[in-house]
Every structure is written in C-alpha cells, then in structure tokens.
C-alpha cells in the first residue's frame, strides 16, 4: 500500500494570553492511498487542529506534514477540505461555487461546466444548479461543499465533522452517499468525527486520539465488508470495543470541567 | 393585494393630512410670505419649465444641482470604495491611514466652505468638493467595515480550493463585501445630496437649488421656497429607493452572511 500522507512528529502548542495549551503532542501518522481513515476523541483532543495543519489552515509547533513525499507548506489546492460550518459563496450559484476551483485553475468555461455538473449530478443535486446556497437546506449545502470538493480533484480530501450540523437522517443518508462516491472516485479521505458509529460505518481504520494534548491513543481497523450493519453483532462489537478506548480519554475531559 | 392597498392606504394617510392642515393653516394665516397656500407651491412645481424670478426654470436648477452631485460623489466613490477595501483588507494601509481619518471624520462637511472656496474659488469645484467630502466618510467607513467582516471560514475554504492573495481579494473578499458598499454608497448618495443644497446657498453660488431657494427667500417667494424643498425631498427618496432596489434585487443572499 502506498503512503499518500505522513504526518511526522507533529507537535502543536497554542499560545495565548501569555498561556501556552499543547493541543498535540507527537503525532506519527500514515494515511494509505484510497483509504478511509477517521481519527475520533474527545472534544478538545485537537483533532480539528490536526486536519488545519494537514490543510495548511495552521502550521505546526514541531514536526511535519508530507503530501507524496512533499512537506506541507500552506493550503493547496491539492488538499480539498470539506469543513463543518457552511462555506459556500452565498453570491455565487450551486454551480459557480462547484466550478470555484477550476475557475482559479484557469479550465476552460465549457470543461468546468462540464466537471461540476458531473459532480453536481454525483451528490444528487441535479437541477439545482442555479440556486443559490441561501435557498438550500444545511444537508444540500454540504453536499454542494463535497462536490466543490471533489471537482476540484484534489489528492486527499479532508472531511472536518462535515455532517456534525445535521439531523440524524440527514446524517445518515450523507454517509451513505459520500461512501458511493469513495468507492466510485477512489479518493484517499481523511474524516474527522466525534461519532463513534460514523466513524465504524465509514472508515477503513479509526485513529482515537487521547484527551489534551492529543496524542494517538490507538488505531483500530475496521475490518467489516461494506455495506456495513449498524445494528449488526460485528458493528456492535466495534462500539464496545471503541468505547471502552474513549471512555477514559472522556473522563479525563470531564474531570478538567471542559 | 388587500393588506397592499391597506398599506398604502395607511402611508398615505399622514402626507394628505399635513397638506390639508397647510392649506387650512395658510387660509387662516393669511400671508404668503409665511406660509403660501397649497395651490400657489403646486402652480410653481407644474410649470417647470417656467422661468422663475429670471433664474432660470425649476428643471435646469435641478439638473444642475443632480450633476453637481453625481460629480462629488463618484469621485468620492472612486477613491473611498478602493482605499476602504485595502484598508479593511490590509493591515499596515489601515494602520497608516486610520488616525487621520478617524480625526477628519467628525469635521461637518460644511466646516470645509472657507478651505474649499480658498483652494478652489467661488465657483463648480469648491461645491464639489463639498460634496465629496459628505459623501467621501460613509462610503470608506462602510467598505471598511464590510471588507473586515468577511467569514473567516470563506477566506480558508477559498485558500484550501487554491486561491492565491488576489484571487482572494478579487474573488472572494471584494464579492462578500459588495453589500456593505452598496449601503455605504446608499448612506453617502443621501449625505451628498443634503450637501449640495448646502453647498449652493453660499455667497458664491448663481444657480442650483440650493441657490434658488436661498434667492426666493430673499424676495419673499415662500411658494417657491417649499416647492424647491419639496424636489429635493422627492429626489432624496428616488435616489434611496432606487439603491436599495439594487440592493434586495442583486443582494438576496446577503442574509446568509449574518
């Protein structure tokens, strides 16, 4: 299996007001081309923080990102995040936010068309290409935001708690589809939750992260034939398993008072 | 289209009451050079193309005070709109320019007469000048305002899709910002047109409406004073209105940036 993304004796410490918080301490991680790697923790075990580092959003206290053997240095457009709040262009239609990346690119008007409605088409928006984000509900702008994503053909795409604002329908649908379109478009994702049961239905191998500063716990493979049972003995199984290895990264948050 | 007619029906209701009041008032007082009566006002606004008091005609005094205006404030537009952009966007411009404005700002535009007529004499430039700098504050301070509170999360999302420094400003920015510049020119359109009048009643001035009113006055035409005073009102309310059509019809999804 080839190494798509390494993460290298990251260490990320954040200073404010004369306080200095390590959010992560030495973080070694491989994430394998086309795979489906999700890293869970409590809240504030700096998982978001790792996804910016990756991104280029943040840059790390010590330690490094390599992208195909290349350090990261700033966004790119080779890493595609999907973030949990909304962030379309609320004055650009469905269609120019999906062709925002190309148009940057500079790809022809007619082949960005083209691609975009491909991928418009891909998370069931169809016919929704001239409205605009206000006239969307939250889960049809995620999806939007997935198809700008993926348009954009990036090496990996980043996923933080892209479907944390949903309801719990919404949410499951969601996954489904971005699980199509994984196995269609064989793109490496790396998927941050802190849903025990989004983490086990999607992922190829769970990172748990401990509670601050975050360091990798444990790395669990979730070794289920797609598509996967949420109520079947096996995926059962993984939610014990993974709670038992949250729990006391939990308790600990708890004890802080956060 | 019942509850329409209720509404208009309602925001009618005041202005006929005051004109009816006036013209009771004006029987009552009994002297034009107090109060003329509603029919000597309207005489005056339906021959507008009379001359009057060998001034001129009420429509080329208009004119002239509207062109007066446009100049002042497109000028106004054309510097405040790109400075307030690299202000709110730029650091060091803001921290450059920011003192001097925020102590000019406070000067009414009218404080500037004596300055303006010393550089630029008694003639157009001085009143435009006048213009300008009514017009001049709340377009900067709008764009600056705008430009600041663009979403942070757009600007990251842009970055990650591999937007470089001025794809940001062009692309995103300077779109996400563009309603709070449409207000802020809204705001200035409404200052500069009190300033003209303003500017116009100085010595120096010989035509506009400002002038003509200042000049009816000196030879006790009331009727004409208030009909002057009514095409400003009127041009006053076209100008709002006209902007803020601009601003519901192309700005609808401005309240997605809330």
Redesign the interface.
């Known amino acids: 299996m080839n190494v798509k993304l390494k993460v290298e004796n990251l260490s990320k410490i954040f200073e404010f007001n004369g306080n200095r918080v390590k959010a992560l301490e030495n973080i070694n991680l491989e994430v394998y081309e086309n795979e489906f790697l999700t890293v869970m923790g409590p809240s504030g075990c700096g998982k978001t923080t790792l996804l910016r580092i990756i ?3 943040d840059t790390p206290t010590e330690g490094r990102v390599l992208l195909d053997g290349r350090e990261v240095k ?4 080779d ?3 999907v ?1 949990q ?1 909304y ?5 650009r239609t469905v269609l120019k936010n999906v062709t ?2 190309l ?3 500079g790809v022809p008007k007619d082949e960005r068309i083209k691609i975009a409605k491909k991928f418009i088409k891909m998370v069931g928006l169809e016919g929704f290409e001239d409205a ?3 006239q969307l509900s939250g889960g049809m702008q995620q999806r939007v ?1 997935i198809a ?2 993926l348009a ?1 053909n990036p090496e990996i795409v980043l996923m933080d708690e892209p479907f944390a604002a949903l309801d719990a329908q919404t949410r499951n649908i969601l996954q489904n589809e971005l699980l199509k379109i994984w196995q269609k478009d064989r793109k490496t994702v790396f998927f941050v939750t802190h849903s025990i049961d989004e983490a086990i239905y999607l992922s190829d191998r769970v990172v748990v992260l401990t509670a601050r500063p975050g360091r990798i716990k444990e790395i669990v493979e979730i070794k289920l034939e797609r598509p996967r049972d949420r109520t079947s003995i096996e995926f059962l199984e993984y939610r014990k398993l993974l709670l038992e290895i949250l729990k006391e990264e939990v308790l600990k948050t708890i004890k802080r008072g956060e | 289209m019942k509850i329409n007619e209720k509404d208009l029906a309602l925001k009618l209701a005041l202005p006929v009451i005051a004109v009816v009041v006036w013209e009771l008032l004006a029987i009552y007082v009994n002297n034009p050079v107090i109060l003329p009566r509603v029919e000597a006002v309207v005489n005056v606004l339906i021959h507008p193309n009379q001359g009057i008091l060998g001034t001129g005609n009420l429509i080329d005094n208009t004119l002239i005070s509207i062109k007066r205006v446009l100049s002042g404030f497109f000028l106004a537009s054309a510097v405040a709109i790109p400075l307030g952009i690299l202000m709110g966007h730029y650091k060091t411009v803001n921290n450059l320019f920011d003192t001097i404005i925020e102590l000019l700002r406070p000067i009414p535009p009218l404080a500037w007469v004596p300055l303006s007529l010393a550089w630029f004499g008694l003639g157009e430039m001085s009143m435009i000048f006048i213009i300008f700098i009514g017009a001049f504050f709340p377009i900067l301070i709008n764009t600056i305002s705008g430009v600041k509170s663009v979403p942070t ?2 600007i ?8 470089k420094g001025r ?1 940001i400003l062009l ?2 920015v300077i ?2 910002s ?1 309603p709070s510049i449409l207000t802020g020119l809204r705001v200035g359109a409404g200052i500069a047109w009190m300033c003209v009048v303003a500017a116009e009643m100085l010595p120096s001035s010989n035509a506009g409406l400002g002038y003509l009113i200042m000049y009816a006055y000196s030879i006790s035409r009331m009727d004409v004073v208030i009909a002057c005073m009514i095409i400003i009102g009127i041009i006053g309310l076209i100008l709002d209105r006209g902007l803020r059509y601009i601003e519901d019809k192309y ?7 809330k």
Do not use: I
């Open positions: 991104a280029g959003l700033g966004p790119g457009a890493r595609g995040v973030f709040q962030t379309l262009m609320p004055w925002f990346g148009e940057l690119r605009y984000p206000y935001a700008r994503t954009n | 999360p757009l990251e999302a842009a970055l990650t899709l591999g937007a794809d692309k995103v779109p996400a563009s700005f609808a999804w401005r309240k997605m940036m």
